[in-house]
């Protein structure tokens, strides 16, 4: 079992930044990638960001430039710094956690909620 714990999300307006972070816990030794997801009232939730236990990093189109994934093994902790903020980034942000053993299963956080004034 793998527990995640989310936090610093909040409210900022337009152009400003936060950072998110999301703690695991548990059996980390068998987390591959780590990553952050979004969903937005109404939508679906969407991929924003992933890392791997190498370093390399994905985002997604909308966020290329203004995110950025990072993690740090020994805090067991991945973070998003988020730049530039967005209305349209306005979501609950959820953690997510891959594992190598059982292969692929996937973890969630609870979410932090991030709202960008305009």
């Known amino acids: 079992q793998v527990q995640l714990v989310e936090s610093g999300g909040g409210l900022v307006q337009a152009g400003g930044s936060l950072r998110l972070s999301c703690a695991a816990s548990?059996?980390?030794?068998?987390?591959?990638?780590m990553g952050w997801h979004r969903q937005a009232p109404g939508k679906q939730r969407e991929l924003v960001a992933t890392?791997?236990?190498?370093?390399?990093?994905h985002y997604a189109e909308s966020v290329t430039g203004r995110f950025t994934i990072s993690r740090d093994n020994a805090k067991n902790t991945v973070y998003l710094r988020m730049n530039r903020l967005k209305a349209e980034d306005t979501a609950v942000y959820y953690c997510?956690?891959?594992?190598?053993?059982?292969?692929?299963?996937?973890?969630w956080g609870q979410g932090t909620q991030v709202t960008v004034s305009s």
């Open positions: 548990g059996s980390i030794f068998s987390i591959n990638a």
């Open positions: 997510q956690a891959i594992t190598i053993s059982p292969p692929g299963y996937r973890y």
């Open positions: 890392i791997t236990s190498g370093g390399t990093t």
